[in-house]
T-cell receptor
Framework: DTEVTQTPKHLVMGMTNKKSLKCEQH?????MYWYKQKAKKPPELMFV???????INESVPSRFSPECPNSSLLNLHLHALQPEDSALYLC???????????????FGEGSWLTVV | KQEVTQIPAALSVPEGENLVLNCSFT??????LQWFRQDPGKGLTSLLL?????REQTSGRLNASLDKSSGRSTLYIAASQPGDSATYLC???????????FGKGTLLTVNP
């Protein structure tokens, strides 16, 4: 099973709403990632969790709040977003980091977020 | 700062043709290079991973090569099919255990 599952697939939210994106993997991977992808652009790294601890925050605005409740789950809490935050949000995981042992990184199908 | 360039940006070919996608990177101090496929509106699917000590990897009709010293990789697709139509992204890792530097991708269209 090489699957990363993301829910919901589509989300429309107002600028005052609070919502969450969820990600789950059962491959025993200890590194999990959130990426943001705008149309016709490559994915941009937002956060990395390693062994359930936040390892990397790429200077992401505080209106995005990641959470890793356990080694299989990764959430992205959204609050007071702006229309320009509308994008495809991708979750990914790898066994450890992507360098150690040449680990492949596996991506989910993404959650399409529209902020109105 | 690592920069990854993919040429061409878009490619349209008839079914059955063999084709090559190119990826170049500015800093040869990489740990590995990955090729991904992305269908419209979908996530990324890992196709091939080449570690820095390797020269090539093969999977089915796909063959990826790596020349680290010249900062180049190619993805060769044999006997292309309409189902191969997608955006192909190249990404390199180096310097950080967790960060990938992506190219902008090549949009491939295979016409029946």
């Amino acid at each position: 099973d090489t699957e990363v599952t993301q829910t919901p697939k589509h989300l429309v939210m107002g600028m005052t709403n609070k919502k969450s994106l969820k990600c789950e993997q059962h491959m025993g991977h200890r590194a999990m990632y959130w990426y943001k992808q705008k149309a016709k652009k490559p994915p941009e790294l937002m956060f990395v969790y390693s062994y359930e601890k936040l390892s990397i925050n790429e200077s992401v605005p505080s209106r995005f709040s990641p959470e890793c409740p356990n080694s299989s789950l990764l959430n992205l809490h959204l609050h007071a977003l702006q229309p320009e935050d509308s994008a495809l949000y991708l979750c990914a995981s790898s066994r450890q980091g992507i360098v150690l042992s040449g680990n492949t990184i596996y991506f989910g199908e993404g959650s399409w977020l529209t902020v109105v | 700062k690592q920069e990854v360039t993919q040429i061409p940006a878009a490619l349209s070919v008839p079914e059955g043709e063999n084709l090559v996608l190119n990826c170049s990177f500015t800093d040869s101090a990489i740990y590995n290079l990955q090729w991904f496929r992305q269908d419209p509106g979908k996530g990324l699917t890992s196709l091939l991973l080449i570690q820095s000590s390797q020269r090539e990897q093969t999977s089915g009709r796909l063959n990826a090569s790596l020349d680290k010293s010249s900062g180049r990789s190619t993805l060769y697709i044999a006997a292309s099919q309409p189902g191969d139509s997608a955006t192909y992204l190249c990404a390199v890792s180096g310097g950080s255990n967790y960060k990938l530097t992506f190219g902008k991708g090549t949009l491939l269209t295979v016409n029946p």
